[in-house]
């Protein structure tokens, strides 16, 4: 999002922090957020009269209030009264934002339950799992197999009690939300929001072979120390880098792998 847009989430954001620190059901509030983002998405006309700059902030506030009273949690309205009566770089972005905050309270509730850590873990792992297995990653993105509730549903019963519930519904989610070819960046997305909500880069490691926890936990230091910031390491295996790490933090590759050394040699030879 452009700058308007990202001082509008972020206002959101704090309105919506704000409420989960008094007496309002996170999920609940999620599941707001999650429906009033799929109208957004659905209906053009309505996010355009919510971003409208011709309108005023009190005109907009009301039409929030008007379109979601009685249906949704209060804290939800507020919410929403608050994102409307801000700036928008373009209409499209207050879907995304009430997408975004709808996984930010989804988080929110994991944290109280003293789970986000693990959501993070297990939603790179989904991640992993759908990364090696590619015909069951393009069924489950798939338009022309069953409905987007349907694929979504499966994919939770198919994981099972090998998530928390926090992070069976962000992958339904994402599933119900992907096209072909988009699942994995998606899942990635949610897992780098929830490392962020915990004040850490996002760190992928991919070697030819596993790490040891000691080698985890040693690089792991390494990047701290570089980045002067909490990082939270995540790690993959691909056997056809033969040897060496490649290393991604927050979108700053480094690439020591044998592989990759193999090609720049080959290029210089070539010169």
Known sequence: MRAASENSYQAGLRVLTDALRSDADAMAVAENLYGISDLLRESGRVAHALTDPGRTEADKRQLAHDLLANGVEPQTIEIMQTLA?????????????????GNEAVFSAAEDAGQLKQVEEELFAVHNFLADNREFRINLSDLGVGSAHDRAHFAARFFGDALTPYSSRLLRRQVRLSIHGRLLSLIREITHQAASRRGCLFATVTSASPLSQIQIERLQKILEARYQSAVAVNTEVDPSLLGGLHIEVDGDGINATVKSNLAKAKRELVR
């Not at 499209?92 to 905050?101: C, F, M, S, T, Y």
């Open 85 to 101: 009566s801000n700036r928008w770089s373009s209409y499209r972005d207050l879907e995304v934002a009430a997408e975004q905050l």
